[in-house]
């Protein structure tokens, strides 16, 4: 698991955020709270260079979480059926604990 996606505020207006998702190695940014609970996921082909509109306005509200403790075969497992890259890790209360790549959770799983 790694804690180096963007995360923003939902105020933040969707021309900075695109830019900072352009310099991160993730396709989207985490919209949270000031606590880290998460709100909403938002991906850069949402949003465009120089808009004023928040993000909280634009992003997918409740993305799909896991929680830490999850097998990295299940959590590969179920992220292959969905044919998602990323897997979302929050703690029960929804606190963003960081991201998983679907084949970082593959490796681990077949790893002896």
């Given at each position: 698991?790694r804690d180096?996606v963007?995360?923003?505020?939902p105020?933040?207006?969707?021309?900075?955020?695109?830019?900072?998702?352009?310099?991160s190695?993730?396709?989207?940014?985490?919209?949270t709270?000031?606590?880290?609970?998460v709100?909403?996921?938002?991906r850069?082909?949402?949003?465009?260079?120089?808009?004023?509109?928040p993000v909280g306005?634009i992003?997918?509200?409740?993305?799909?979480t896991?929680?830490?403790?999850?097998s990295?075969?299940?959590v590969a497992g179920?992220?292959a059926e969905?044919n998602l890259?990323w897997?979302?890790v929050t703690?029960?209360?929804g606190?963003?604990l960081?991201?998983?790549?679907r084949?970082?959770?593959?490796?681990?799983?077949?790893?002896p």
């Amino acid at each position: 698991m790694r804690d180096d996606v963007v995360r923003c505020a939902p105020t933040e207006r969707a021309a900075v955020v695109l830019e900072w998702i352009e310099h991160s190695p993730y396709p989207f940014a985490l919209v949270t709270t000031a606590g880290g609970t998460v709100l909403g996921r938002v991906r850069a082909s949402m949003l465009e260079a120089g808009s004023e509109q928040p993000v909280g306005d634009i992003a997918e509200p409740g993305p799909k979480t896991f929680r830490p403790h999850a097998s990295a075969e299940r959590v590969a497992g179920q992220l292959a059926e969905k044919n998602l890259r990323w897997a979302i890790v929050t703690t029960p209360e929804g606190r963003l604990l960081g991201v998983a790549s679907r084949g970082d959770l593959e490796r681990l799983a077949s790893a002896p």
